[in-house]
C-alpha cells in the first residue's frame, strides 16, 4: 500500500490544521493506521494510532487533548487534526499502518512539514 500525508503548512500557534493521510494500492481497512513526527535535531516519536475498526484510538501524551485521529476507511484515508498547535508541534509528520498483530508499522508516507510560529 502506498500512503501519502498532506495538509501540512505554516501557522501560528494556537491555530489549527488538518493532516491527510490517502491510501492507494490497498484498502486501509485492514491496518493500524498512526501517525509520527520527526522535530529537526530529533528522533521520530509516536503522535497517535487509530484501531482498524475507529473504536480505539492512542495519543502521545504531548498532543493528548489537542490532536485527533480519524479514519475514513470508505475513502481509504486517515486524518490528524491538530488543534491548539504550539511550536514544540513543529516537526514532519508521517502516517503510517502496519497489520493487526504485527509491532513494526511496514507501510509509510513522505512525510508533510508543520511548522507552528510564536
Known amino acids: 500500500v502506498q500512503l501519502q500525508a498532506s495538509g501540512g503548512g505554516l501557522v501560528q500557534a494556537g491555530g489549527s490544521l488538518r493532516l491527510s493521510c490517502a491510501a492507494s494500492?490497498?484498502?486501509?481497512?485492514?491496518?493500524?493506521m498512526g501517525w509520527f513526527r520527526r522535530a529537526p535535531g530529533k528522533d521520530r516519536e509516536f503522535v497517535a494510532v487509530?484501531?482498524?475498526?475507529?473504536?480505539?484510538?492512542n495519543y502521545a501524551n504531548s498532543v493528548k487533548g489537542r490532536f485527533t485521529i480519524s479514519r475514513d476507511n470508505a475513502k481509504n484515508m486517515v486524518y490528524l487534526q491538530m488543534n491548539k498547535l504550539k511550536p514544540e508541534d513543529t516537526a514532519i509528520y508521517y502516517c503510517?499502518?502496519?497489520?493487526?498483530?504485527?509491532?513494526?508499522?511496514?507501510?509509510w508516507g513522505q512525510g508533510t512539514q508543520v511548522t507552528v510560529s510564536s
Open positions: 494500492g490497498r484498502s486501509l481497512s485492514t491496518y493500524i
Open positions: 503510517a499502518g502496519k497489520s493487526r498483530g504485527t509491532l513494526r508499522y511496514d507501510y
Open positions: 487509530i484501531s482498524t475498526s475507529t473504536n480505539s484510538s
